[in-house]
């Protein structure tokens, strides 16, 4: 059961979220809709409950883990299916551990934050309904206070959660858990010849194309452990997460990831190893070992087939070409000497043009070259881009309003929501609302908030995010 919090007062909700479970969001601020998603109620239909699973951290066996300070109050059915509510900061469970079973307001925040911005970039992911907070100081680096986000997804079942019976030899409730999830999430399934089988290759296939999602939007999770990833194959746990901005394929999100495990560039083969980890939790029940192994080869090209989609689209390019390999690793390298912004770059490429004389293609330019070092490199990958977007007959019109609609002009920057963190800190939450609604609509323009969509500024350089983040 949640352990309540003193005096517990709203901070912000999602109007998206909401409607995902018929909720009007302004009935999140009252007293009864507060105290129910601090889990200071217990609704009268509610059966609360902790799940367990064990899972690898860091690549290594990390034994039994657990909701720590997850409480699930139930499932509700909504306009467009069923959702799980989970109160994530809302006291002990016999999984806590050595934690007090508590969030507090700063990851709370970031956490709804970011998990509202992933789905408005079109980014599977669990979403967040509603934060609330109290003035109980809780402990962590320094003394913050408490807050509860409400989570939700259509199941919080991760690869861990099966790979606790496994190595618990305990297959009967491994069959039980795999049935549970055939039926509820992939019924389609059921018939296969194979459904265990069939459960695994298509859980490897959504994880890759979720990782394509990632990369092409410049999101690093920071900890991919097993007991992170989903089973649906969306975006699971909001700790030490970022964006790219300068762009480093080598970049580590998570100052406590001190291996780098978990860079931007390790997240695709990270996902690879573990759907391996997922498939020998299954084995018992696949009871086939090539089989499996070849399950797991759908990743490569999931991935593959779709973040070739997505970079199409980021380029503006509508057809494919052999070439394009080499157009694309020049750029990335291009990027990476320059340490240019991911998102700025790819927004402001929307808005290069091919019909510009030769005296004004400079200033033209202007914007996006701007962000090199190297204007000649810059100028010469430009050339080469030009050309192949003349080769299939772009125009500048229609090809900025399609690359507009897929880069994004606003993301989740760490030190805009380091801005909107110490403002609640301070009593005042109207920035983390502000901040929502211009993440709620990356795509749009909106030049009220330009200063949201600019270059960090000096100080965020030293902003770092850890695992108690």
């Given at each position: 059961?949640?352990?309540?919090?003193?005096?517990?007062?709203?901070?912000?909700?999602?109007?998206?979220?909401?409607?995902?479970?018929?909720?009007?969001?302004?009935?999140?601020?009252?007293?009864?809709?507060?105290?129910?998603?601090?889990?200071?109620?217990?609704?009268?239909?509610?059966?609360?409950?902790?799940?367990?699973?064990?899972?690898?951290?860091?690549?290594?066996?990390?034994?039994?883990?657990?909701?720590?300070?997850?409480?699930?109050?139930?499932?509700?059915?909504?306009?467009?299916?069923?959702?799980?509510?989970?109160?994530?900061?809302?006291?002990?469970?016999?999984?806590s551990r050595m934690g007090d079973g508590r969030a507090v307001l700063r990851s709370s925040i970031r956490e709804f934050l970011c998990?509202?911005?992933m789905a408005a970039l079109g980014v599977p992911t669990t979403r967040a309904l509603v934060v609330t907070g109290s003035n109980k100081?809780?402990?962590?680096?320094?003394?913050?206070?408490?807050?509860?986000?409400?989570?939700?997804?259509?199941?919080?079942?991760?690869?861990?959660?099966?790979?606790?019976?496994?190595?618990?030899?305990?297959?009967?409730?491994?069959?039980?858990?795999?049935?549970?999830v055939i039926k509820t999430f992939y019924p389609e399934l059921a018939g296969a010849p194979n459904p265990y089988l069939a459960l695994?290759?298509?859980?490897?296939?959504?994880?890759?194309?979720?990782?394509?999602?990632?990369?092409?939007?410049?999101?690093?999770?920071?900890?991919?452990?097993?007991?992170?990833?989903?089973?649906?194959?969306?975006?699971?746990?909001?700790?030490?997460?970022?964006?790219?901005?300068?762009?480093?394929?080598?970049?580590?999100?998570?100052?406590?990831?001190?291996?780098?495990?978990?860079?931007?560039?390790?997240?695709?083969?990270?996902?690879?190893?573990?759907?391996?980890?997922?498939?020998?939790?299954?084995?018992?029940?696949?009871?086939?070992?090539?089989?499996?192994?070849?399950?797991?080869?759908?990743?490569?090209?999931?991935?593959?087939?779709?973040?070739?989609?997505?970079?199409?689209?980021?380029?503006?390019?509508?057809?494919?070409?052999?070439?394009?390999?080499?157009?694309?690793?020049?750029?990335?390298?291009?990027?990476?000497?320059?340490?240019?912004?991911?998102?700025?770059?790819?927004?402001?490429?929307?808005?290069?043009?091919?019909?510009?004389?030769?005296?004004?293609?400079?200033?033209?330019?202007?914007?996006?070259?701007?962000?090199?070092?190297?204007?000649?490199?810059?100028?010469?990958?430009?050339?080469?881009?030009?050309?192949?977007?003349?080769?299939?007959?772009?125009?500048?019109?229609?090809?900025?309003?399609?690359?507009?609609?897929?880069?994004?002009?606003?993301?989740?920057?760490?030190?805009?929501?380091?801005?909107?963190?110490?403002?609640?800190?301070?009593?005042?939450?109207?920035?983390?609302?502000?901040?929502?609604?211009?993440?709620?609509?990356?795509?749009?323009?909106?030049?009220?908030?330009?200063?949201?969509?600019?270059?960090?500024?000096?100080?965020?350089?030293?902003?770092?995010?850890?695992?108690?983040?």
């Amino acid at each position: 059961m949640p352990t309540p919090l003193p005096a517990p007062y709203f901070v912000a909700a999602s109007t998206p979220a909401a409607g995902l479970v018929g909720l009007d969001p302004a009935d999140l601020a009252r007293d009864d809709f507060i105290a129910v998603f601090t889990g200071n109620e217990v609704p009268a239909r509610a059966q609360p409950l902790a799940a367990v699973y064990s899972g690898h951290q860091f690549g290594h066996w990390a034994g039994q883990l657990g909701d720590g300070r997850a409480i699930l109050l139930g499932d509700i059915d909504g306009p467009q299916g069923r959702m799980e509510l989970q109160l994530k900061g809302a006291g002990m469970t016999p999984y806590s551990r050595m934690g007090d079973g508590r969030a507090v307001l700063r990851s709370s925040i970031r956490e709804f934050l970011c998990s509202e911005a992933m789905a408005a970039l079109g980014v599977p992911t669990t979403r967040a309904l509603v934060v609330t907070g109290s003035n109980k100081g809780i402990i962590r680096e320094t003394m913050e206070t408490a807050a509860v986000v409400t989570r939700m997804a259509p199941s919080f079942v991760r690869f861990g959660s099966f790979e606790h019976w496994r190595y618990r030899d305990k297959p009967e409730e491994l069959r039980i858990l795999a049935d549970y999830v055939i039926k509820t999430f992939y019924p389609e399934l059921a018939g296969a010849p194979n459904p265990y089988l069939a459960l695994l290759e298509e859980v490897t296939r959504r994880t890759g194309v979720l990782i394509a999602h990632w990369q092409a939007v410049g999101f690093m999770h920071g900890v991919m452990n097993t007991d992170n990833m989903s089973i649906l194959g969306i975006t699971l746990d909001y700790g030490p997460f970022g964006f790219m901005e300068a762009f480093d394929v080598d970049h580590i999100c998570n100052h406590t990831d001190q291996g780098g495990r978990y860079s931007y560039a390790n997240q695709v083969p990270v996902g690879h190893w573990n759907c391996y980890a997922l498939a020998n939790a299954l084995l018992p029940l696949i009871d086939d070992q090539e089989a499996a192994q070849a399950a797991l080869d759908v990743y490569i090209d999931a991935y593959g087939t779709r973040f070739d989609e997505l970079l199409h689209a980021k380029l503006g390019l509508t057809t494919t070409h052999e070439d394009d390999r080499a157009l694309a690793d020049t750029m990335f390298q291009l990027m990476q000497d320059n340490k240019v912004d991911f998102t700025l770059f790819f927004r402001r490429l929307g808005d290069l043009r091919l019909d510009v004389a030769d005296a004004e293609r400079e200033a033209s330019d202007a914007p996006l070259r701007d962000l090199f070092l190297d204007r000649p490199a810059f100028d010469a990958w430009a050339a080469q881009y030009r050309a192949r977007l003349r080769q299939e007959g772009s125009v500048d019109a229609a090809r900025r309003v399609a690359m507009h609609a897929v880069n994004p002009k606003y993301i989740l920057r760490n030190y805009l929501a380091q801005v909107a963190i110490e403002k609640a800190q301070n009593g005042d939450y109207s920035e983390v609302t502000r901040l929502l609604s211009v993440l709620e609509r990356p795509f749009d323009e909106q030049p009220e908030h330009d200063a949201y969509a600019a270059l960090p500024p000096d100080w965020a350089a030293h902003l770092e995010v850890s695992c108690s983040s």
